[in-house]
C-alpha cells in the first residue's frame, strides 16, 4: 500500500512523486529574522571552518529547545501544506566559509516503512543561496518509489562503488531565504563547501506521514552475514545521541529491538547504475548529462600512487568510522 497523499495540492504531491523534492515558498521575512537571531543567540562562538548539524551536539536541552522552536515556527505552513502529517522536529545547519565545510554524497535514514508511510526532510535557508555558498544539490528522481533500498549509517549506498556517476547528476537548489526544499527522506543529495565569505545558515526540519511509527535498523558490520537489527524508536531520537559521531554506529541504547530481518542492499556500479541514474533522471523530468570519462595517460612515476587511489571505493575510503571523524575534526578540530 502505497503512502497516502501528505500533500494538501494534487498538483504538489504529484510533482513531489515524480521528482521526489519539491521547492515552495515557505517562512516570511520576519519568521526568517526570528530564526536567524535565535541561531545567533544559540550559537556565540563559532568554529573557524567546517560543516556543522545541530544534532551533531552533546547538549541535549540546546538540541530540545531548537526542535521545539522550529515545530511552533514552521506549524503555519505546516497547517497549510501538509495533511495527515506528523512533525518529528528539526535542527540547524551551518557552513562556515572554508573549502571542508562540503557534507558528503548521501541519502537519509530509512526512519518509517517507506512501503506505506512517507518521511521528508523539509531544508529551509536562513540566507539566500548561491553557487559559491554551498547549495543543496539533489538528484532528481532518486527516491525510494524509483529505487526502494533500506538506509542506515552502518550500511553502505547503493551508488557507493561508483559514486562520481551519481555527483555529476546533481542539480544545485539556487533558492531565496525562507524557501523550501522538500525532500524525500530517499533522495540522493550533497552539499559542495562554502566558498563565499559568510556564513551559510539553513534549517532541516523532520514532517512523516500522521502518527507513522519511526524506524532505525543497525547492522553489526563485525558480522558476515546480512542480519539486520529494526528497532522502534521515539519521535525525537535524532536528537537523543549524546556522542553522536559514535552513538550512530554502535547498537541502539533507546528504543525497542522488533527483532533481526535478513537483507541485503543491492550495489550498483558502471553502466547497470548509470543505466538506472538515467532513468531516475529522465522520469523526473532532468536531462540526464552525458559526461564521457576521459582517463590521461599519466607519466609512469605516478602510476603506482594514481591506481592505488582509484581501486579504493567510496565505501573503503568513506567508512562509517573515517566519516565520523572527519565531521568531529571539521567541527573540533581534533
Known amino acids: 500500500m502505497p503512502a497516502p497523499a501528505i500533500f494538501k495540492n494534487p498538483e504538489h504531491q504529484a510533482t513531489f512523486e515524480k521528482q521526489g523534492f519539491l521547492v515552495l515558498p515557505f517562512l516570511n521575512e520576519e519568521e526568517v529574522r526570528h530564526m536567524d537571531k535565535l541561531f545567533d543567540e544559540l550559537h556565540p562562538n563559532l568554529p573557524a571552518d567546517g560543516f556543522f548539524a545541530g544534532s551533531y551536539s552533546s547538549d541535549m536541552e540546546y538540541k530540545k529547545r531548537v526542535s521545539e522552536e522550529i515545530k511552533i515556527v514552521f506549524k503555519r505552513r505546516y497547517e497549510e501544506v501538509f495533511q495527515n502529517y506528523t512533525p518529528f522536529g528539526g535542527a540547524y545547519l551551518f557552513k562556515m566559509p572554508a573549502p571542508n565545510s562540503d557534507l558528503f554524497i548521501h541519502q537519509d535514514w530509512t526512519v518509517v516503512d517507506e512501503s506505506k508511510n512517507i518521511a521528508l526532510n523539509i531544508w529551509t535557508p536562513l540566507c539566500d543561496i548561491t553557487p559559491e555558498n554551498g547549495p543543496l544539490m539533489v538528484l532528481p528522481g ?92 521515539d519521535d525525537d531520537f535524532f536528537i537523543q545521541f549524546e556522542d553522536f559521531f559514535k552513538d550512530i554506529y554502535k547498537r541502539p541504547t533507546v528504543g525497542t529491538s522488533l527483532g533481526f530481518i535478513e537483507y541485503e542492499v543491492p550495489m550498483l556500479k558502471g553502466e547497470e547504475l548509470k543505466n538506472r541514474l538515467r532513468k531516475m533522471k529522465t522520469d523526473a523530468g532532468f536531462t540526464f548529462k552525458e559526461i564521457e570519462e576521459k582517463i590521461p595517460e599519466p607519466q609512469v612515476a605516478e602510476i603506482v600512487e594514481m591506481t592505488s587511489k582509484e581501486e579504493k571505493n567510496f565505501w573503503q575510503v568513506y567508512t562509517p568510522m573515517n566519516i565520523a571523524r572527519e565531521i568531529k575534526f571539521r567541527v573540533t578540530g581534533k
Request: proline share 5%; net charge positive.
Open 142 to 233: 532518486s527516491h525510494y518509489a524509483a529505487f526502494p533500498v533500506m538506509r542506515a549509517p552502518t550500511m553502505r549506498y547503493f551508488f557507493d562503488h561508483d559514486y562520481h556517476l551519481a555527483m555529476e547528476q546533481l542539480e544545485p537548489m539556487i533558492v531565496k531565504a525562507g524557501t523550501a526544499v522538500i525532500l524525500n527522506q530517499s533522495l540522493i543529495h550533497y552539499s559542495p563547501p562554502n566558498k563565499s565569505d559568510k556564513i551559510r545558515k539553513a534549517i532541516t526540519a523532520g514532517v512523516k506521514t500522521k502518527d507513522a511509527q519511526m524506524i532505525f535498523h543497525y547492522k553489526d558490520t563485525e558480522r558476515n552475514d546480512n542480519q539486520i537489527e529494526k528497532f522502534e524508536m
